[in-house]
């Protein structure tokens, strides 16, 4: 964590259109896991944006999710700002040799021009998590904008996969701003993490799997990419963390809900 928060500064007002690489996902002031707080629901219901109807569900919490579903020595792994033509199916892989669940945030931009890797995540078991249309940084933005982003990037995914659950949304960097009423109102569950260990630093898979061994705390939740540059040695860590893990008796989860 203490390599990450130069880099998330220096992140954070990026727009997703000049990102190259780097720098994607990362929290403005990281210190440890977020504090979950209870923000108020608006009162105004789901609305629909140009003709598309908002999500049959009801309201949920708030309150930023930093913990797996079960208690004990699970983590929970989640991928961020895909899917990508070529590490989202290594990852794929990796997940289904060690029949592992994860939960795949996922931009809407990227769902455009990858549908079938949408629909081989949902086959493969996995969740689905909103992680805004265009990587926005939401900082400053109105909650009625952020709506109809999160309405429109559900449309999207659901247009890859029709009617799927996309149960957890994510802002991008960290900055929530009001994102998590909003989400929370729309049914979808803002999802947090405790562990960014800055895969998009490129460390090499060694330090990438030792910044993954010195962060892992028990019902943790770890935030990768399987995107927005060259995610080799993330496919790599993620194969070795969980052969790792699961003979030491660790099992992995997905996030509370
Ligand atoms: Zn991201």
Redesign the pocket.
Same mark, same amino acid.
């Given at each position: 964590m203490r390599k990450i928060r130069t880099a998330e500064t220096r992140a954070v007002r990026r727009r997703w259109a000049t990102l190259t690489t780097a720098l994607?996902?990362a929290a403005t002031t990281w210190a440890g896991a977020p504090a979950a707080r209870a923000l108020p629901a608006p009162a105004a219901a789901p609305v629909s944006v140009a003709g598309i109807a908002a999500p049959a569900v009801g309201p949920v919490s708030p309150a930023l999710i930093t913990t797996t579903a079960h208690p004990g020595n699970r983590i929970a792994l989640t991928f !961020? !700002?895909g899917p990508s033509p070529q590490f989202t199916p290594q990852l794929l892989q990796v997940l289904k040799k060690h029949q592992v669940k994860a939960v795949f945030c996922v931009v809407g931009e990227q769902v455009e021009w990858q549908q079938a890797q949408v629909r081989a995540i949902v086959a493969d078991g996995h969740t689905l998590c909103n $992680?805004t249309y265009g $990587?926005r940084d939401l900082t400053s933005v109105s909650s009625t904008e952020i709506e109809a982003d999160i309405v429109r990037t559900n449309a999207q995914i659901r247009s890859a996969v029709p009617g799927v659950e996309i149960p957890y949304f994510r802002a991008?960097y960290g900055n929530w701003g009001q994102s998590p009423a909003v989400a929370a109102n729309l049914g979808l569950r803002p999802l947090s993490w405790t562990l960014m260990p800055g895969d998009w630093e490129l460390p090499g898979v060694d330090v990438l799997l030792q910044r993954l061994r010195d962060g892992i705390t028990p019902t943790g939740v770890i935030t990768l990419h399987d995107a927005g540059g060259d995610r080799q040695q993330t496919v790599d860590a993620v194969d070795r963390l969980i052969t790792e893990y699961t003979a030491k008796g660790w099992s992995f989860d997905l996030p509370a809900r």
């Open positions: 994607v996902c !961020d !700002d $992680h $990587h991008p």
